[in-house]
Protein backbone atom coordinates (compact mmCIF):
# COMPACT_ATOMS: atom_id res chain seq x y z
CA UNK A 1 0.00 0.00 0.00
CA UNK A 2 1.05 3.90 -0.64
CA UNK A 3 1.54 5.64 2.81
CA UNK A 4 1.42 9.15 2.91
CA UNK A 5 2.53 10.31 6.14
CA UNK A 6 3.19 13.60 8.22
CA UNK A 7 5.51 14.84 10.47
CA UNK A 8 3.10 14.32 13.14
CA UNK A 9 2.70 10.65 12.32
CA UNK A 10 6.55 10.09 12.90
CA UNK A 11 6.44 12.10 16.02
CA UNK A 12 3.54 9.57 17.07
CA UNK A 13 5.28 6.74 15.94
CA UNK A 14 8.40 7.50 18.59
CA UNK A 15 6.16 8.27 21.37
CA UNK A 16 4.44 4.76 21.14
CA UNK A 17 7.80 3.26 21.72
CA UNK A 18 8.68 5.56 24.58
CA UNK A 19 5.29 5.91 25.92
CA UNK A 20 5.24 5.05 29.86
CA UNK A 21 1.97 4.02 29.95
CA UNK A 22 0.26 3.73 33.97
CA UNK A 23 -1.59 0.20 35.10
CA UNK A 24 -4.86 1.07 33.64
CA UNK A 25 -7.14 2.86 36.15
CA UNK A 26 -10.56 2.03 36.19
CA UNK A 27 -13.49 4.39 36.78
CA UNK A 28 -16.09 2.62 39.61
CA UNK A 29 -18.74 4.77 38.02
CA UNK A 30 -20.32 6.94 35.14
CA UNK A 31 -19.37 10.11 35.83
CA UNK A 32 -18.68 14.33 34.23
CA UNK A 33 -15.51 12.57 32.21
CA UNK A 34 -17.46 9.41 30.75
CA UNK A 35 -20.00 11.87 29.61
CA UNK A 36 -18.06 14.92 28.06
CA UNK A 37 -15.05 13.59 27.59
CA UNK A 38 -11.64 14.95 26.95
CA UNK A 39 -12.19 19.28 28.08
CA UNK A 40 -10.55 20.76 25.32
CA UNK A 41 -10.79 25.08 24.37
CA UNK A 42 -12.68 26.46 21.29
CA UNK A 43 -14.57 29.35 20.20
CA UNK A 44 -18.58 30.02 19.50
CA UNK A 45 -19.97 30.98 17.20
CA UNK A 46 -19.24 34.61 18.17
CA UNK A 47 -15.44 33.70 18.36
CA UNK A 48 -16.23 34.02 22.27
CA UNK A 49 -13.49 31.44 23.68
CA UNK A 50 -14.76 28.62 26.11
CA UNK A 51 -14.83 25.24 27.27
CA UNK A 52 -15.88 22.03 25.42
CA UNK A 53 -15.79 18.58 25.88
CA UNK A 54 -14.64 16.19 23.03
CA UNK A 55 -17.79 14.00 23.28
CA UNK A 56 -19.72 16.62 21.48
CA UNK A 57 -17.14 18.92 20.64
CA UNK A 58 -17.30 22.65 19.81
CA UNK A 59 -20.75 23.89 18.97
CA UNK A 60 -23.13 27.00 20.71
CA UNK A 61 -24.99 24.99 23.53
CA UNK A 62 -22.49 22.43 24.03
CA UNK A 63 -20.02 24.72 26.04
CA UNK A 64 -18.75 22.50 29.52
CA UNK A 65 -18.04 23.79 33.01
CA UNK A 66 -17.53 21.82 36.01
CA UNK A 67 -17.46 22.57 38.91
CA UNK A 68 -15.92 21.32 42.37
CA UNK A 69 -12.72 21.88 45.67
CA UNK A 70 -9.10 22.50 45.40
CA UNK A 71 -7.19 20.75 47.90
CA UNK A 72 -4.88 22.84 50.09
CA UNK A 73 -1.21 23.20 49.63
CA UNK A 74 0.29 19.66 50.46
CA UNK A 75 1.89 21.33 53.03
CA UNK A 76 -0.42 20.86 55.71
CA UNK A 77 -1.51 17.69 57.67
CA UNK A 78 -5.35 19.77 57.82
CA UNK A 79 -5.07 19.22 54.07
CA UNK A 80 -3.37 16.25 53.53
CA UNK A 81 -6.42 14.41 55.12
CA UNK A 82 -8.13 15.01 51.95
CA UNK A 83 -5.29 13.90 49.80
CA UNK A 84 -6.43 10.12 49.86
CA UNK A 85 -9.20 8.13 48.03
CA UNK A 86 -11.66 8.16 50.84
CA UNK A 87 -11.00 11.84 50.62
CA UNK A 88 -12.12 12.92 47.14
CA UNK A 89 -14.58 10.00 46.98
CA UNK A 90 -16.32 11.54 50.21
CA UNK A 91 -16.37 14.56 48.31
CA UNK A 92 -17.70 13.30 45.42
CA UNK A 93 -20.28 11.49 47.58
CA UNK A 94 -21.38 14.69 50.20
CA UNK A 95 -20.07 16.99 47.50
CA UNK A 96 -21.31 16.14 44.05
CA UNK A 97 -17.95 17.84 42.93
CA UNK A 98 -16.84 17.48 39.20
CA UNK A 99 -13.41 18.39 39.52
CA UNK A 100 -10.25 18.62 41.65
CA UNK A 101 -7.46 20.45 42.47
CA UNK A 102 -4.39 18.81 43.40
CA UNK A 103 -2.33 22.28 44.96
CA UNK A 104 1.27 20.97 45.22
CA UNK A 105 4.37 22.42 46.98
CA UNK A 106 6.72 22.96 44.56
CA UNK A 107 10.11 24.68 46.13
CA UNK A 108 11.66 24.43 49.44
CA UNK A 109 8.72 25.29 51.74
CA UNK A 110 8.85 23.61 55.16
CA UNK A 111 6.16 24.55 57.28
CA UNK A 112 6.81 22.13 60.09
CA UNK A 113 4.10 19.90 59.61
CA UNK A 114 3.73 15.97 59.93
CA UNK A 115 1.32 13.93 58.62
CA UNK A 116 1.88 9.80 58.84
CA UNK A 117 5.13 10.15 59.94
CA UNK A 118 6.14 12.19 57.24
CA UNK A 119 7.48 15.74 57.60
CA UNK A 120 6.12 17.39 54.89
CA UNK A 121 8.66 19.53 52.67
CA UNK A 122 7.51 20.69 49.10
CA UNK A 123 8.66 19.21 45.87
CA UNK A 124 12.37 20.52 45.49
CA UNK A 125 13.28 18.88 48.73
CA UNK A 126 10.99 15.70 48.93
CA UNK A 127 10.12 14.66 45.07
CA UNK A 128 8.89 11.21 46.04
CA UNK A 129 6.43 11.95 48.82
CA UNK A 130 5.03 14.84 46.40
CA UNK A 131 4.61 12.94 43.61
CA UNK A 132 2.96 10.01 45.45
CA UNK A 133 0.51 12.68 47.02
CA UNK A 134 -0.16 13.67 43.64
CA UNK A 135 -0.44 10.54 42.33
CA UNK A 136 -2.99 9.14 44.89
CA UNK A 137 -5.10 12.10 44.02
CA UNK A 138 -5.02 11.75 40.01
CA UNK A 139 -5.72 8.21 40.49
CA UNK A 140 -8.61 8.92 42.82
CA UNK A 141 -10.04 11.21 40.60
CA UNK A 142 -9.57 8.31 37.92
CA UNK A 143 -11.75 5.91 39.65
CA UNK A 144 -14.43 8.38 40.74
CA UNK A 145 -14.61 9.32 36.92
CA UNK A 146 -13.87 12.80 37.55
CA UNK A 147 -11.33 15.57 36.26
CA UNK A 148 -8.04 16.41 38.02
CA UNK A 149 -5.96 19.45 38.01
CA UNK A 150 -2.12 18.81 38.12
CA UNK A 151 -1.21 21.76 39.82
CA UNK A 152 2.52 23.00 40.48
CA UNK A 153 1.22 25.12 43.08
CA UNK A 154 4.04 27.75 42.87
CA UNK A 155 4.64 31.75 43.05
CA UNK A 156 7.89 31.33 41.17
CA UNK A 157 7.56 28.87 38.57
CA UNK A 158 9.66 30.89 36.53
CA UNK A 159 12.42 30.59 38.70
CA UNK A 160 11.85 26.76 39.02
CA UNK A 161 11.72 25.62 35.38
CA UNK A 162 13.57 22.65 35.15
CA UNK A 163 12.30 20.80 37.75
CA UNK A 164 8.60 21.72 36.82
CA UNK A 165 9.48 20.10 33.07
CA UNK A 166 10.47 17.01 35.00
CA UNK A 167 7.94 16.37 37.07
CA UNK A 168 5.51 17.63 34.02
CA UNK A 169 6.86 14.93 31.72
CA UNK A 170 6.51 11.91 34.34
CA UNK A 171 2.67 13.21 35.11
CA UNK A 172 1.85 13.01 31.34
CA UNK A 173 3.77 10.28 30.61
CA UNK A 174 1.90 8.42 33.38
CA UNK A 175 -1.42 10.23 33.17
CA UNK A 176 -1.70 11.89 29.98
CA UNK A 177 -3.48 9.34 28.68
CA UNK A 178 -6.52 9.77 30.85
CA UNK A 179 -9.35 12.41 29.66
CA UNK A 180 -9.99 13.16 33.54
CA UNK A 181 -6.07 15.09 33.60
CA UNK A 182 -5.29 18.91 33.58
CA UNK A 183 -2.13 20.23 33.40
CA UNK A 184 -1.97 23.35 35.67
CA UNK A 185 1.90 24.56 34.87
CA UNK A 186 1.80 28.11 36.44
CA UNK A 187 -0.30 28.57 39.59
CA UNK A 188 -0.17 32.45 40.65
CA UNK A 189 2.68 34.54 38.82
CA UNK A 190 3.42 37.64 40.96
CA UNK A 191 4.35 41.10 39.64
CA UNK A 192 6.10 39.76 36.72
CA UNK A 193 5.59 40.26 32.57
CA UNK A 194 3.43 38.59 30.76
CA UNK A 195 6.30 37.33 28.68
CA UNK A 196 7.72 36.07 31.68
CA UNK A 197 5.49 33.86 31.96
CA UNK A 198 5.40 32.63 28.76
CA UNK A 199 8.70 31.76 28.26
CA UNK A 200 8.35 29.47 31.23
CA UNK A 201 5.35 28.02 29.80
CA UNK A 202 6.42 27.51 26.50
CA UNK A 203 8.94 25.12 27.89
CA UNK A 204 6.92 23.03 30.20
CA UNK A 205 3.99 22.84 27.11
CA UNK A 206 6.68 21.65 24.75
CA UNK A 207 7.66 18.63 27.12
CA UNK A 208 3.85 17.94 28.25
CA UNK A 209 3.27 18.03 23.94
CA UNK A 210 5.48 15.31 23.78
CA UNK A 211 2.61 12.52 25.38
CA UNK A 212 -0.36 14.41 25.76
CA UNK A 213 -3.31 16.65 24.01
CA UNK A 214 -4.72 17.09 27.48
CA UNK A 215 -5.97 20.47 28.92
CA UNK A 216 -3.20 23.05 30.11
CA UNK A 217 -3.91 26.02 32.55
CA UNK A 218 -1.80 28.98 32.47
CA UNK A 219 -1.42 31.73 34.96
CA UNK A 220 -0.80 35.25 34.43
CA UNK A 221 0.39 38.61 36.54
CA UNK A 222 -0.25 39.24 39.61
CA UNK A 223 -1.95 35.97 41.01
CA UNK A 224 -4.04 35.15 37.93
CA UNK A 225 -5.85 37.98 37.93
CA UNK A 226 -5.09 39.24 34.06
CA UNK A 227 -6.06 36.51 31.93
CA UNK A 228 -6.54 39.92 29.24
CA UNK A 229 -2.35 40.07 29.47
CA UNK A 230 -2.83 37.28 26.91
CA UNK A 231 -4.88 39.12 23.92
CA UNK A 232 -2.66 38.62 20.97
CA UNK A 233 0.51 36.86 22.42
CA UNK A 234 -0.94 33.49 23.67
CA UNK A 235 1.68 30.61 24.34
CA UNK A 236 3.03 28.13 21.96
CA UNK A 237 0.63 25.16 21.98
CA UNK A 238 0.70 22.60 19.10
CA UNK A 239 -2.27 21.42 20.76
CA UNK A 240 -4.19 24.70 20.54
CA UNK A 241 -5.49 23.23 24.14
CA UNK A 242 -4.61 25.97 26.49
CA UNK A 243 -6.59 28.34 28.87
CA UNK A 244 -6.02 31.09 31.10
CA UNK A 245 -6.74 31.14 34.66
CA UNK A 246 -8.89 33.27 36.66
CA UNK A 247 -8.41 33.42 40.22
CA UNK A 248 -10.74 35.61 42.58
CA UNK A 249 -11.37 36.01 46.25
CA UNK A 250 -14.98 37.61 46.92
CA UNK A 251 -14.33 39.66 49.66
CA UNK A 252 -11.50 41.44 47.89
CA UNK A 253 -12.45 41.43 43.98
CA UNK A 254 -14.63 42.86 41.77
CA UNK A 255 -16.48 41.00 39.09
CA UNK A 256 -17.76 43.61 37.01
CA UNK A 257 -16.81 47.67 35.91
CA UNK A 258 -13.88 49.19 37.45
CA UNK A 259 -12.36 50.09 40.74
CA UNK A 260 -11.87 53.94 41.97
CA UNK A 261 -8.46 54.08 41.31
CA UNK A 262 -8.92 53.39 37.66
CA UNK A 263 -7.97 49.55 37.31
CA UNK A 264 -10.61 47.25 35.43
CA UNK A 265 -11.50 44.57 37.38
CA UNK A 266 -11.13 41.22 37.71
CA UNK A 267 -14.06 39.91 36.05
CA UNK A 268 -14.26 42.71 33.08
CA UNK A 269 -10.63 41.27 32.43
CA UNK A 270 -11.52 38.19 31.77
CA UNK A 271 -14.59 38.50 29.89
CA UNK A 272 -12.27 40.88 27.33
CA UNK A 273 -10.19 37.78 27.51
CA UNK A 274 -13.00 35.33 26.09
CA UNK A 275 -14.59 37.97 24.08
CA UNK A 276 -11.20 38.15 22.37
CA UNK A 277 -11.49 34.28 21.98
CA UNK A 278 -9.04 32.88 24.91
CA UNK A 279 -10.76 30.39 26.93
CA UNK A 280 -10.71 30.89 30.80
CA UNK A 281 -10.70 28.69 33.57
CA UNK A 282 -11.34 29.40 37.32
CA UNK A 283 -8.43 27.13 39.05
CA UNK A 284 -9.29 29.07 42.23
CA UNK A 285 -11.01 31.41 44.12
CA UNK A 286 -12.44 31.96 47.62
CA UNK A 287 -15.65 32.87 49.56
CA UNK A 288 -13.69 35.72 51.69
CA UNK A 289 -10.47 37.56 51.53
CA UNK A 290 -7.31 36.78 49.04
CA UNK A 291 -5.58 36.38 52.06
CA UNK A 292 -7.59 33.36 53.01
CA UNK A 293 -9.01 35.44 55.98
CA UNK A 294 -12.44 36.91 56.91
CA UNK A 295 -16.03 35.82 56.70
CA UNK A 296 -17.65 35.06 53.17
CA UNK A 297 -20.05 37.84 52.19
CA UNK A 298 -23.19 35.88 50.81
CA UNK A 299 -24.13 38.81 48.33
CA UNK A 300 -20.82 39.42 46.79
CA UNK A 301 -20.70 35.56 46.49
CA UNK A 302 -23.85 35.41 44.59
CA UNK A 303 -23.04 37.96 41.93
CA UNK A 304 -19.57 35.83 41.43
CA UNK A 305 -21.56 33.01 40.87
CA UNK A 306 -23.61 34.93 38.69
CA UNK A 307 -20.59 35.86 36.53
CA UNK A 308 -19.55 31.94 36.25
CA UNK A 309 -22.51 30.60 35.34
CA UNK A 310 -23.30 33.60 32.43
CA UNK A 311 -19.83 32.54 31.07
CA UNK A 312 -19.91 28.64 31.53
CA UNK A 313 -16.72 29.04 33.48
CA UNK A 314 -15.41 25.63 35.08
CA UNK A 315 -14.24 26.09 39.13
CA UNK A 316 -12.55 24.58 41.65
CA UNK A 317 -13.10 26.42 45.38
CA UNK A 318 -10.18 27.14 47.64
CA UNK A 319 -10.09 24.78 50.07
CA UNK A 320 -10.47 21.54 51.12
CA UNK A 321 -9.53 21.81 54.13
CA UNK A 322 -9.60 22.43 57.90
CA UNK A 323 -7.24 25.10 58.04
CA UNK A 324 -7.84 27.96 60.35
CA UNK A 325 -9.46 30.19 57.44
CA UNK A 326 -12.33 31.97 56.63
CA UNK A 327 -12.14 30.19 53.10
CA UNK A 328 -11.66 26.38 54.77
CA UNK A 329 -14.66 24.38 53.61
CA UNK A 330 -13.98 22.15 56.85
CA UNK A 331 -14.39 22.54 60.55
CA UNK A 332 -11.50 21.20 62.45
CA UNK A 333 -13.55 17.79 63.50
CA UNK A 334 -13.64 16.16 59.88
CA UNK A 335 -11.81 13.91 58.17
CA UNK A 336 -11.44 11.84 54.74
CA UNK A 337 -14.75 9.88 55.23
CA UNK A 338 -16.61 12.42 57.67
CA UNK A 339 -17.18 15.70 56.35
CA UNK A 340 -18.10 18.66 58.83
CA UNK A 341 -18.80 22.25 56.87
CA UNK A 342 -18.16 25.64 58.00
CA UNK A 343 -19.90 28.80 56.70
CA UNK A 344 -17.85 28.76 53.69
CA UNK A 345 -18.30 24.75 53.25
CA UNK A 346 -22.06 24.83 53.26
CA UNK A 347 -22.15 28.09 50.42
CA UNK A 348 -20.10 26.24 48.15
CA UNK A 349 -21.68 23.37 48.96
CA UNK A 350 -25.33 24.67 48.38
CA UNK A 351 -23.34 25.76 44.66
CA UNK A 352 -22.29 22.58 43.69
CA UNK A 353 -26.18 20.76 44.60
CA UNK A 354 -26.87 21.75 41.52
CA UNK A 355 -23.85 19.61 39.45
CA UNK A 356 -25.92 17.06 38.02
CA UNK A 357 -26.87 13.40 40.60
CA UNK A 358 -26.41 11.35 37.48
CA UNK A 359 -24.32 11.44 34.34
CA UNK A 360 -24.29 9.38 31.00
CA UNK A 361 -21.60 8.06 28.70
CA UNK A 362 -20.42 10.13 25.76
CA UNK A 363 -23.43 8.23 23.39
CA UNK A 364 -21.04 7.17 20.69
CA UNK A 365 -19.17 4.67 23.28
CA UNK A 366 -15.88 7.05 22.52
CA UNK A 367 -15.43 10.32 23.10
CA UNK A 368 -13.80 12.51 21.05
CA UNK A 369 -15.87 14.29 17.95
CA UNK A 370 -13.04 16.39 17.32
CA UNK A 371 -12.69 20.18 18.01
CA UNK A 372 -14.50 22.53 15.60
CA UNK A 373 -12.36 25.82 15.16
CA UNK A 374 -14.97 29.12 14.52
CA UNK A 375 -17.66 27.36 12.99
CA UNK A 376 -16.45 25.99 10.02
CA UNK A 377 -14.62 22.58 9.03
CA UNK A 378 -12.36 21.07 7.18
CA UNK A 379 -8.29 20.24 6.94
CA UNK A 380 -6.19 21.57 9.12
CA UNK A 381 -9.25 23.27 10.95
CA UNK A 382 -9.92 22.18 14.38
CA UNK A 383 -12.65 20.55 13.19
CA UNK A 384 -14.04 16.84 11.80
CA UNK A 385 -17.03 15.98 10.01
CA UNK A 386 -19.79 14.54 11.65
CA UNK A 387 -20.44 10.92 12.26
CA UNK A 388 -21.73 9.67 8.34
CA UNK A 389 -22.81 5.37 8.58
CA UNK A 390 -22.50 4.19 4.90
CA UNK A 391 -23.26 0.40 5.20
CA UNK A 392 -25.69 1.10 2.47
CA UNK A 393 -22.32 1.73 0.33
CA UNK A 394 -20.84 -1.45 1.52
CA UNK A 395 -18.42 0.75 3.74
CA UNK A 396 -18.16 -0.82 7.29
CA UNK A 397 -15.10 0.36 9.67
CA UNK A 398 -14.33 -1.66 12.95
CA UNK A 399 -11.25 -2.04 15.01
CA UNK A 400 -9.67 -5.17 17.13
CA UNK A 401 -6.72 -3.78 19.56
CA UNK A 402 -5.05 -1.62 17.58
CA UNK A 403 -6.11 -3.18 13.86
CA UNK A 404 -8.41 -1.42 11.38
CA UNK A 405 -10.62 -3.38 9.95
CA UNK A 406 -12.17 -1.94 6.37
CA UNK A 407 -14.89 -3.29 4.55
CA UNK A 408 -15.18 -1.49 1.34
CA UNK A 409 -15.60 -2.38 -2.69
CA UNK A 410 -12.70 -0.53 -3.57
CA UNK A 411 -9.80 0.49 -1.86
CA UNK A 412 -10.42 3.38 0.48
CA UNK A 413 -8.34 6.14 1.95
CA UNK A 414 -7.89 6.13 6.35
CA UNK A 415 -7.54 9.45 7.62
CA UNK A 416 -6.22 9.53 11.43
CA UNK A 417 -7.27 13.13 13.83
CA UNK A 418 -6.17 13.50 17.28
CA UNK A 419 -9.26 14.56 19.18
CA UNK A 420 -8.63 18.24 18.62
CA UNK A 421 -9.70 17.55 14.82
CA UNK A 422 -5.80 17.66 13.40
CA UNK A 423 -4.97 15.35 11.10
CA UNK A 424 -2.09 13.35 11.92
CA UNK A 425 -1.69 11.13 9.02
CA UNK A 426 -3.70 9.41 6.05
CA UNK A 427 -2.74 6.19 4.23
CA UNK A 428 -4.10 5.18 0.62
CA UNK A 429 -5.21 2.17 -0.69
CA UNK A 430 -6.27 -0.01 2.23
CA UNK A 431 -7.83 -2.96 1.61
CA UNK A 432 -8.87 -5.12 4.32
CA UNK A 433 -6.50 -4.49 7.36
CA UNK A 434 -4.28 -1.36 8.77
CA UNK A 435 -2.01 -1.42 11.59
CA UNK A 436 -2.34 1.63 14.12
CA UNK A 437 -0.10 0.13 16.15
CA UNK A 438 2.47 3.31 16.08
CA UNK A 439 -0.61 5.63 17.61
CA UNK A 440 -0.03 6.35 20.98
CA UNK A 441 -2.36 5.19 23.64
CA UNK A 442 -4.93 7.43 23.46
CA UNK A 443 -8.22 8.72 21.52
CA UNK A 444 -8.55 9.18 17.52
CA UNK A 445 -11.25 10.31 14.99
CA UNK A 446 -11.02 7.99 11.96
CA UNK A 447 -12.39 8.63 8.07
CA UNK A 448 -12.40 6.43 5.83
CA UNK A 449 -13.33 7.24 1.99
CA UNK A 450 -14.21 4.82 -0.75
CA UNK A 451 -15.58 5.85 -3.73
CA UNK A 452 -18.52 8.45 -2.87
CA UNK A 453 -19.07 6.62 0.30
CA UNK A 454 -17.33 8.29 3.49
CA UNK A 455 -17.52 7.18 7.13
CA UNK A 456 -15.97 8.60 10.25
CA UNK A 457 -15.47 6.71 13.95
CA UNK A 458 -13.91 7.51 17.06
CA UNK A 459 -11.72 4.97 18.43
CA UNK A 460 -9.45 4.27 21.16
CA UNK A 461 -6.26 2.96 21.18
CA UNK A 462 -5.55 0.85 24.76
Given at each position: ??????????????????????????????????????????????????????????????????????????????????????????????????????????????????????????????PNNQKQFMKTVVEAAIKNDIYVIIDWHSHKANQQTDAAKNF????????????????????????????????????????????????????????????SAAIGNEVNDSKNNTAYTLHYYANSHNWEGTYNWGGESEGL?????????????????????????????????????????????????????????????????????????????????????????????????????????????????????????????????????????????????????????????????????????????????????????????????K
Amino acid sequence: MKNVTFTAFISAMALGASLAVAQTITPTRVGPVSQYGQLMTGKNSSGKGQIYGSCEGVKDGAEVQVRGMSLYWSLMPQALEFWSEDGIATMVNDMKIQIVRAAMATGDEDWKGEWNGIQLKGYAVDPNNQKQFMKTVVEAAIKNDIYVIIDWHSHKANQQTDAAKNFFKEMAQTYGQYDNVIFEVFNEPEKISWSDVKNYANQVIEVIRQYSDNLILVGNPEWDQNPSAAIGNEVNDSKNNTAYTLHYYANSHNWEGTYNWGGESEGLKGEKAMNAGLSVFVSEWGTANSNGGGDPNQGRNQSWQEYLNKHKLSWANWSASYISEGTAAFQGGSNKTSLQYTTSGNLVKGYLSTNPESYTKCPTGEQGQGQQGEGQQGEGQHGTAAFFAAPEFGLNVSLTGKTLHVSAPQAATVEIFNTLGNKLFAVDQVRGELSLATLPVGRYMVRVRSGSATTMRAIAIK
